[in-house]
C-alpha cells in the first residue's frame, strides 16, 4: 500500500517538477525577449537623442551666423547711409536754392530714418542672441528721464504736442544700464510722439513697493485697438501700414524695449484706447537685475 502509493508521490513530484521547470524557462524566455526589446528600444532612444542634439547644434549655429550676418549687414549698410546723410547736411548747409536745400532735407531726413531702423536691426539680432550686454551702475532716474525727453522733443513739436515729467521725490538712485533705460525711454517717447498730434506726453517716476519703481509713458494720442496691442510686441509686425515715410518702421521698437525691460529685471505693459491715447509701464527692480549664477 505504502509502495504503490511512494511511487504514484514520486510520480506526482516528477509532473510538477517538470510543470515547474517549463513554466520557469517560459518566464526566462519572457524575460530574455523583453529585456532585447528594452535594449533595442534604448538604443533607439539614444540615437534619437544624438539626432536631436546635432540637429540643436546645427541650429544654434545657424543662429549664431544669422545673427553675425546682420550685425555685418547693417555695419556694411550703416557706412555708406552715414557718407550719404553727411553729403546732404554739406548740400543743404552751401545751397542757395530753396529747391535743393529742400530736397537736400528730404535726403537727410530719409537717411536718418534707415539709419536709425537698421540700429534697431542690430540690436534686434543681439538681443535675440544674447549678445546685449548691460553695464549696470548708480543711475539717477530723474537725470535719465531728462536726457532722453530733451533728445524727443523736435519729434514732439513737430506735432505740435508738449511733454512734461512727474517725478515722486526720494526715487532716489537706482541700479540699472542708464544707456538702455534711455533706449527704452526713448522709444517710448518717440512712439508716442510720432502718434500724437496737439496732445500731451507725460513720463512719470514713482516708487513701486520696496524694490521696486514704475516709469510710465502717457500719451493723448491716437492709441491702439485690441488687435494692433495684440501685434505690438512682435518683431517685423508694424501695427498699421504708414503712409507718412517719416513713420515707416519695421516694427522693432517694441520688441527691443521689451527684450531691455526683461534684461533690466522689469516687465512692460500698454494700455491703450483708440481716439484716447496709450500708457505704457515699465517697472523695474531698484537694485537691478538678479545676476544669474553662473551654472
Ligand atoms: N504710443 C502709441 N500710440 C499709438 N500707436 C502706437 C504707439 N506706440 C506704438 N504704436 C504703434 O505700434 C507700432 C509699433 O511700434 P514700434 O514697435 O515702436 O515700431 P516702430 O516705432 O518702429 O513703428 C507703431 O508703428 C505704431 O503703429
Ligand atoms: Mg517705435
Given at each position: 500500500?505504502?509502495?504503490?502509493g511512494g511511487i504514484e508521490d514520486i510520480e506526482l513530484l516528477r509532473r510538477m517538477l517538470a510543470r515547474e521547470r517549463s513554466?520557469?524557462?517560459?518566464?526566462?524566455?519572457?524575460?530574455e525577449n523583453k529585456s532585447r526589446d528594452l535594449y533595442a528600444a534604448l538604443s533607439r532612444l539614444q540615437g534619437m537623442v544624438?539626432?536631436?542634439?546635432?540637429?540643436?547644434?546645427?541650429?544654434?549655429?545657424?543662429?549664431?551666423?544669422?545673427?553675425?550676418?546682420?550685425?555685418?549687414l547693417s555695419h556694411e549698410l550703416r557706412t555708406p547711409l552715414n557718407a550719404v546723410i553727411g553729403y546732404a547736411e554739406m548740400?543743404?548747409?552751401?545751397?542757395?536754392?530753396?529747391?535743393?536745400?529742400?530736397?537736400?532735407?528730404?535726403?537727410?531726413?530719409?537717411?536718418?530714418?534707415?539709419?536709425?531702423?537698421?540700429?534697431?536691426?542690430?540690436?534686434?539680432?543681439?538681443?535675440?542672441?544674447?549678445?546685449?550686454?548691460?553695464?549696470?551702475?548708480?543711475?539717477?532716474?530723474?537725470?535719465?528721464?531728462?536726457?532722453?525727453?530733451?533728445?524727443?522733443?523736435?519729434?514732439?513739436?513737430?506735432?505740435?504736442?508738449?511733454?512734461?515729467?512727474?517725478?515722486?521725490?526720494?526715487?532716489?538712485?537706482?541700479?540699472?544700464?542708464?544707456?538702455?533705460?534711455?533706449?527704452?525711454?526713448?522709444?517710448?517717447?518717440?512712439?508716442?510722439?510720432?502718434?500724437?498730434?496737439?496732445?500731451?506726453?507725460?513720463?512719470?517716476?514713482?516708487?513701486?513697493?520696496?524694490?521696486?519703481?514704475?516709469?510710465?509713458?502717457?500719451?493723448?494720442?491716437?492709441?491702439?485697438?485690441?488687435?494692433?496691442?495684440?501685434?505690438?510686441?512682435?518683431?517685423?509686425?508694424?501695427?498699421?501700414?504708414?503712409?507718412?515715410?517719416?513713420?515707416?518702421?519695421?516694427?522693432?521698437?517694441?520688441?527691443?524695449?521689451?527684450?531691455?525691460?526683461?534684461?533690466?529685471?522689469?516687465?512692460?505693459?500698454?494700455?491703450?484706447?483708440?481716439?484716447?491715447?496709450?500708457?505704457?509701464?515699465?517697472?523695474?527692480?531698484?537694485?537691478?537685475?538678479?545676476?544669474?549664477?553662473?551654472?
Open positions: 500500500m505504502s509502495g504503490e513554466a520557469r524557462e517560459q518566464a526566462e524566455t519572457l524575460l544624438g539626432e536631436l542634439d546635432t540637429a540643436r547644434r546645427q541650429a544654434e549655429r545657424h543662429s549664431a551666423a544669422k545673427g553675425l550676418f546682420l550685425a555685418d548740400i543743404a548747409e552751401d545751397a542757395r536754392g530753396d529747391q535743393v536745400i529742400e530736397d537736400a532735407r528730404r535726403i537727410m531726413v530719409a537717411g536718418r530714418g534707415l539709419l536709425a531702423l537698421i540700429n534697431n536691426v542690430l540690436d534686434y539680432s543681439k538681443a535675440e542672441s544674447g549678445k546685449l550686454e548691460l553695464a549696470l551702475q548708480p543711475v539717477e532716474v530723474p537725470a535719465v528721464m531728462e536726457e532722453s525727453i530733451a533728445i524727443a522733443v523736435p519729434m514732439v513739436m513737430e506735432n505740435r504736442s508738449v511733454v512734461h515729467t512727474k517725478v515722486e521725490p526720494g526715487l532716489g538712485t537706482v541700479t540699472s544700464d542708464p544707456v538702455r533705460l534711455r533706449q527704452v525711454l526713448l522709444n517710448l517717447l518717440s512712439n508716442a510722439a510720432k502718434h500724437t498730434m496737439g496732445g500731451m506726453i507725460t513720463v512719470q517716476a514713482s516708487r513701486l513697493g520696496v524694490d521696486g519703481y514704475r516709469i510710465e509713458v502717457v500719451d493723448t494720442g491716437r492709441g491702439m485697438d485690441r488687435s494692433q496691442l495684440d501685434r505690438l510686441f512682435e518683431p517685423f509686425q508694424p501695427v498699421r501700414r504708414e503712409e507718412d515715410l517719416r513713420f515707416a518702421s519695421t516694427g522693432l521698437g517694441m520688441s527691443i524695449t521689451r527684450q531691455i525691460v526683461l534684461m533690466l529685471g522689469g516687465r512692460i505693459a500698454v494700455q491703450s484706447v483708440v481716439g484716447q491715447g496709450t500708457t505704457v509701464t515699465v517697472d523695474l527692480p531698484i537694485d537691478g537685475p538678479v545676476q544669474r549664477r553662473s551654472a
